[in-house]
């Protein structure tokens, strides 16, 4: 059984302190039913691959289970996907599965595009069970199916598929879902199932699989169709249901609190002008726009009125966020000349992406309060340095201002996923250490009412490439 597990992240070798793997050695570790080896066939600050092979001893399987001929020898599990590879996971990356890094814990949470390919999975319900099972989890799925030699013949509808599965998520994500869905795909587990594998279940489905839309099937078959036990542990996964807060709901109930906060001054109008008028002043005029952290498309939406720009792209790392922001800004229902000038994109500020180049105007509207600190200096390198549009317009809340507003009591930020929030003293040293690494000038605004201790609620930095 071989599992690879690529990475495409700035700094993607440091998938070995998150998986505690060197990968300038060889893991190697013995289980009751054969050899686990881990290595490494690639380590590069763009792109990282860890292998895990597990070779299984089919004799040492069935030692000491009343072995009755050769058939329980001569199988497929030695070959398969199965939840052999699953305790296998278990024990070489037990750490990134349990969500710990020593050297790099700043990472643990951080979502990047990963690829996890599994040489050969068998599963009865073919591709439609396979993209039932991962697409929900933000998964693209790849299944080619292997022919297999039977009596002489080549049997096309063996059932036996190598998978690939291509998405941003976080290491641990990867792992678990991994863990758990290998057992489910192949239906069958090789030890006794009782209590404490409904735990396991539980535990390595926290955060997922509540809501997952075959989660009664990923219960039944992981648990073995054990009736009793698979009804207590559904019974606990609908309680977690029905209390959860959908991500749709928070992002919302987050957003209304900043917005109570700014009310009075309609400061979000405010700001949206401030940065239309940024770009729109671009001489010679910007006729490509990136907004990078569109959100729902508040912006696009102003941008789309100027005719000057001939193309406008957005990005957000929530692709559930850009079907809203496709539903806001109506474009199915625009007509193809304007429909064509917009896109949208997943993507991170934190990966270098080709499709960040090439523009005039590159906008961060309350974006970079948002990332946590240790990460701002790899956005600077994918948006001042690889990126490199001629103007880069980025504004953040003034925390000087916070204690304008009785609403804010003093160490709350305005957002609820805000990370930080800067004085204009740490603004100002910020954007011009930046912009001499990088090559650009930089010019400070205030945006909406200012006070004249405490400065505007909302500052500014406009970059220009020099």
């Not at 069970?129 to 299944?143: N, Q, R």
């Not at 199932?193 to 992981?222: N, S, T």
């Not at 006729?287 to 498309?297: A, K, N, P």
Request: proline share 4%.
């Amino acid at each position: 059984m071989i599992l690879t597990i690529s990475c495409f992240a700035v700094d993607a070798a440091d998938l070995g302190y998150l998986l505690h793997k060197n990968p300038a050695s060889v893991f190697e570790a013995e289980t009751a039913f054969g050899r686990i080896t881990v290595f490494y066939t690639e380590a590069c600050a763009e792109r990282c691959t860890a292998a895990l092979v597990l070779e299984v001893d089919p004799v040492a399987l069935v030692r000491g289970r009343g072995a009755r001929g050769l058939d329980q020898y001569v199988n497929d599990r030695p070959y398969v996907a199965s939840s052999l590879l699953s305790v296998a996971i278990a024990t070489a990356f037990g750490s990134a599965l349990n969500g710990r890094s020593r050297d790099r814990s700043e990472r643990v949470a951080e979502k990047m595009p990963f690829t996890a390919k599994v040489a050969s999975v068998y599963c009865r319900g073919g591709v439609d069970l396979l993209k039932s099972l991962f697409e929900p989890l933000g998964y693209a799925v790849s299944a080619e199916q292997e022919p297999l030699l039977l009596g002489g013949k080549v049997e096309t509808e063996s059932g036996i598929f190598a998978l690939t599965l291509a998405g941003m998520r976080t290491l641990q994500d990867v792992l678990s879902h991994l863990y758990v869905l290998l057992p489910v795909i192949d239906n069958a587990k090789h030890y006794y199932v009782g209590q404490e594998e409904a735990d396991k279940l539980l535990k390595r489905g926290e955060g997922w699989l509540a809501a997952h839309p075959a989660r009664d099937l990923i219960a039944q078959r992981y648990l073995s169709y054990r009736s009793a036990i698979v009804r207590s542990t559904l019974d606990q996964l609908q309680l977690i249901e029905d209390r959860a807060e959908p991500q749709e709901d928070t992002d919302e109930r987050q957003a209304a609190e900043e917005s109570a906060t700014e009310q009075p001054l309609r400061l979000n109008d405010v700001r949206l002008q401030a940065a239309l008028d940024a770009v729109t002043q671009l001489e010679p005029g910007a006729r490509r726009v990136l907004d990078l952290g569109c959100g729902e498309g508040n912006l696009i939406r102003q941008l789309l009125r100027e005719s000057r720009i001939e193309k406008i792209v957005g990005v957000d790392v929530s692709s559930m966020v850009l079907e809203r922001a496709q539903r806001n800004l109506k474009l199915d229902l625009l007509p193809d000349s304007q429909r064509d000038r917009v896109a949208l994109l997943h993507g991170s500020l934190v990966y270098r992406d080709e499709r960040f180049r090439g523009f005039d105007a590159a906008l961060l509207i309350e974006v970079i309060e948002h990332l946590e600190i240790p990460r701002l200096s790899t956005m600077e390198r994918v948006v001042f340095e690889c990126a490199r549009p001629r103007r880069i317009i980025v504004t953040t809340p003034n925390a000087e201002y916070n204690a304008t507003w009785p609403s804010l009591p003093a160490g709350k930020f305005r957002h609820g996923d805000h990370r930080f929030e800067w004085s204009r003293a740490e603004f100002q040293e910020w954007a011009s250490r930046t912009a001499s690494a990088h090559g650009y000038g930089v010019q400070f605004r205030g945006i909406g009412p200012e006070s004249p201790d405490l400065g505007s609620p909302t500052q500014m930095a406009v970059f220009d490439r020099q």
